[in-house]
């Protein structure tokens, strides 16, 4: 019975342990966008095996708003040790911008970043960064 | 006695589990701005012993940037420092630091600069 016991306890622990590798979403905090402003999200998969992503761009977090220029992140796998992107171009006026990344593995294995960027004559400049967590 | 053979077991499953990879630090991925020119990943050892570490900055699709150094044995209380110049103006950068032990007296901070040194970003490895 003591046996039993401690058997459905390892059970436990090892099951709970998988959990944590079941699918998970982290989200950026609120970016403050102005005029002649870009947005990115960056994702980084800092583990050895591929991870599925779906990178979404939310507006005063909510999505459907704010709609992607490019994005490499949500077509295929994310390679091991490889970064996706996702940029919009021209974010809307004083609202709020946030990324949002639903992770098909282990976040752990995660490092993902928001950016609102200034659009300068001469390029980009990052004026406000959060990590998505 | 089984059930000390039992615990004894899911304690070495346990352990190993935990022992199996080399730990590693890592930033994000991130772009600073056009006049961003020297990418700079510093790792502090804040422990008592010396650690081995070491630091890598890749770009995105993870190839590693050629560096000043790669670090090796960071003494305690002392940090080292990895830079990369003439980086691309237009790509996303990262740092990695990894060692055989324990990162939990290890602190790091990723930095793109511009030609000036200012700091343009910075980001915590974790």
């Given amino acids: ?133 | 006695m089984r059930s000390s053979l039992i615990v004894s077991a899911i304690g070495c499953l346990l352990g190993l589990a935990g022992s199996a990879h080399a730990a590693q630090l890592a930033s994000a991925t991130i772009y600073g701005a056009f006049s961003q020119h020297t990418a700079q990943c510093a790792i502090a050892n804040v422990g008592t012993t010396p650690i081995f570490v070491t630091v890598n900055i890749v770009d995105e699709s993870g190839n590693v940037v050629p560096t000043s150094e790669h670090c090796g044995t960071v003494q305690p209380g002392l940090l080292c420092e990895v830079f990369a110049s003439s980086i691309s103006t237009s790509s996303a950068f990262a740092c990695t630091a990894t060692t055989k032990g324990n990162t939990g007296k290890l602190r790091g901070s990723f930095n793109l600069l511009d030609a000036n040194l200012s700091t343009l970003r910075t980001v915590e490895l974790r």
């Avoid at chain 1, 779906?54 to 220029?69: C, H, K, M, R, S």
């Avoid at chain 1, 077509?75 to 990344?101: K, Y």
């Fill in chain 1, 1 to 133: 019975m003591k046996v039993n016991t401690l058997l459905a306890t390892a059970a436990a622990l090892l099951g709970s342990a998988s959990l944590a590798y079941a699918g998970q979403t982290i989200i950026s905090p609120a970016l403050e966008t102005g005029s002649n402003t870009a947005g990115a999200c960056y994702v980084r998969n800092i583990g050895k095996t591929p991870i599925s992503l779906q990178v979404t761009a939310l507006e005063n977090l909510t999505p459907g708003f704010i709609p992607a220029d490019f994005q490499n992140c949500n077509d295929a796998p994310l390679a091991g040790g490889h970064s996706c992107v996702l940029l919009v171009n021209n974010l809307p006026d004083d609202v709020t911008f946030e990324c949002s990344a639903a992770v098909s593995g282990n976040v752990k294995n995660v490092r993902a970043s928001a950016e609102v960027r200034a659009i300068l004559t001469g390029g980009l400049q990052v004026i406000a960064a959060q990590d998505l967590r």
